[in-house]
């Protein structure tokens, strides 16, 4: 059974930073494209970016909103996906998912969410 | 970056109806479309990729159309459990990926 386990979120003031974990069980995660998703209270789903496995160069890619302040980065001896967050802004307050693209570019499993709230 | 608009935001139908909802892509996204649904307090749920491929599991009551810019899902005979929102993503190229604002189908 596929499983996705997000862990790491909190309250955080604006300007900070987050580390959010993904821990995958139940497929090959070593060959697994990786996406993050998040939702804001009451909003709608927003993709924020994407690694792809090793033998794709752990290539990522990421939404506007977020794109040179957020990280993504797996490990793979783990099995755990990671979201460095930085420079936080209220804005980014929000369920974040964790997926596989089982098929590529398409979010086939999801975790739970770990839910980030940016406040002061 | 691509922007995705579904419509009806809000759709209301009777258990047993048909339902349609339809989303619309900025420019071509071939048939790079998949479709989620979303009930409160959980993940979302894939249905449908590649705008008209069912998800592993989903009831053949689901069906996607559409290609290039226009898109459909169809829920056949509305059941209790399909009262839901629902959201089309594009994943076509290369990111940034988008989803549309979503569509909430409720009980009428």
């Known amino acids: 059974e596929v499983q996705l386990v997000e862990s790491g979120g909190g309250l955080v003031q604006p300007g900070g930073s987050l580390r959010l974990s993904c821990s995958a069980s139940?497929?090959?995660?070593?060959?697994?494209?990786m996406s993050w998703v998040r939702q804001a209270p009451g909003k709608g789903l927003e993709w924020v970016g994407r690694?792809?496995?090793?033998?794709?160069?752990?290539?990522?890619a990421y939404g506007a909103p977020v794109k040179g302040r957020f990280t993504i980065s797996r490990d793979d001896s783990t099995n755990t996906l990671h979201l460095q967050m930085n420079s936080l802004e209220i804005e980014d307050t929000a369920l974040y998912h964790c997926?596989?693209?089982?098929?590529?570019?398409?979010?086939?499993?999801w975790g739970q969410g770990t839910l980030v709230t940016v406040s002061t | 970056e691509i922007v995705m608009t579904q419509s009806p935001a809000t759709l209301s139908v009777s258990p047993g109806e048909r339902a349609t909802v339809h989303c619309r892509a900025s420019?071509?996204?071939?048939?790079?479309l998949a479709w989620y649904q979303q009930k409160p307090g959980q993940a979302p749920r894939l249905l449908i990729y590649?705008?008209?491929t069912r998800a592993t599991g989903i009831p053949a009551r689901f069906s996607g159309g559409g290609s290039g810019t226009e898109f459909t899902l169809t829920i056949s005979s509305l059941q209790s459990e399909d009262f839901a929102v629902y959201y089309c993503?594009?994943?076509?190229?290369?990111?940034?990926?988008?989803f549309g604002q979503g569509t909430k189908v409720e009980i009428k």
């Open positions: 993503q594009h994943y076509n190229n290369w990111p940034p990926w988008t």
């Open positions: 997926t596989w693209e089982a098929v590529a570019g398409v979010s086939v499993h």
């Open positions: 139940g497929f090959p995660f070593t060959d697994a494209w």
């Open positions: 420019q071509s996204v071939g048939s790079n």
């Open positions: 590649g705008a008209s």
């Open positions: 690694i792809l496995s090793k033998g794709g160069g752990e290539t990522t």
